[in-house]
């Protein structure tokens, strides 16, 4: 890889392992140390990912505006800025504010970061961007399991962790990111542009693909929440817990030589590889609605790992290659933000469902709700085709 790539691979990593101290924790802070339903945690996570999606969205923009290390940089200071308020102020009704406004912050540096190795690595394709997902699997393998040991000896000291972490983002960006630049003749402003779309087709490919990306992180973002919450209820403790996150990290960048030779093989085909991601995703959800042991919970965690390591680095790939030039960040956020619009409904509608009819209900539900990913997973690419056989021959 670039040495541009591995700079950027470092930064995601520092950044993930910072977050990682409060992510998987949110709704159990939330329900068992400041005594709220899982209901409302579920609205708390949801203003949280709301502001994510302005601050995807936002970094999109901002990338193809300013640059990417402007884009970052933005969102690091005001991420930090949350944090540091978290440090002083962690009760309620403080952590709704500070943890939307970290959201928003957070939000504005993924796309950047994708979109920037999508530019430092053009050549790269799929392992440009998996590279980003290794890195960021990296963070969660570590992260996690640091976070139970801090919040085992003092809960309040992840939001400390993750401020460090931050600081430490901060100075690798300021220190390496300054000097990439963008080639003004690929990354024209989407500000400015006054165009109409011509090709209407690559813009409705993503809008299909997306619609089952947001299906897939409705149902995944229940292992952050009412699954986690559950697995505290039949006993699993809450470092056994970080745990699993440390097993899902760890395997993700591990296992790469595992799925290596089949990526290989329908390297070209991502519709089998995203097809292939969701069925696992499917048994996965399964497993873990029999689950009432720590064991069980491990299995489910491995089989929900080997789904999402096909899945997740495919989709910002198929952006990539759909976006015109000069829109390349903007399609990245566009991806974040589905990905982020996921996590903001799936705590709430799974906390409510929850509330209703049990958890054993909500997995049912849910992964019947997933499985209509495979019908987009399918379909996504009838326009582009389309639009192919209409193409009049040269």
Known sequence: MPKKVWLLVIGMFVNTVG?????PLNTIYMHDHLGKSLSV?????MAN????????????????????YRSIITGIVLSLAALVGLVFWHGWPHYVWFLTFLGFGGGIVFPSMYAMVGTAWPEGGRKAFNSIYLANNAGVAIGPALA???????????????????????????????????????HTSVLKEQKRIRQKAPLISLVIVLSGFFLT????????????????????????????WTINGALIVLGQPLIKPIVKRIEDRLKVQMLIGIVIFII?????????????FVTSMIILTFGEMFVWP????????????????????IVNSVSTAGRMVGPVLGGVLVDLYGTHMMLTILTAVMSLAIVTSLLYDLPM??????RPAA
């Open 314 to 333: 495919v989709i910002p790939t198929i952006a990539n290659s759909l976006a015109p030039k000069g829109r390349e960040g903007f399609y990245q956020g």
């Open 19 to 23: 977050n990682s101290f409060i992510w």
């Open 284 to 296: 996965s959800f399964i497993v873990v609605g029999f689950a009432e042991s720590f064991a069980m």
């Open 49 to 68: 990912s709301a502001a994510g999606i302005v601050g995807n969205m936002l970094g999109g923009f901002l990338f193809d505006k300013i640059g990417g």
């Open 385 to 390: 085709k389309r639009q192919s056989a209409d």
């Open 217 to 244: 992180w409705l149902v995944y973002s229940q292992w952050t929440t009412t699954i986690s919450t559950h697995a505290i209820d039949v006993g699993v403790s809450l470092g056994q817990y970080s745990l699993l």
């Open 41 to 45: 945690a579920g609205l708390v996570l």
């Open 148 to 186: 139970g040991l801090v919040a085992t000896y003092k809960i309040d000291y992840i939001f400390h962790a993750n401020a460090i972490m931050y600081v430490l983002f901060l100075l690798i960006a300021i220190t390496f990111y300054r000097g990439f630049k963008i080639d003004p003749a690929t």
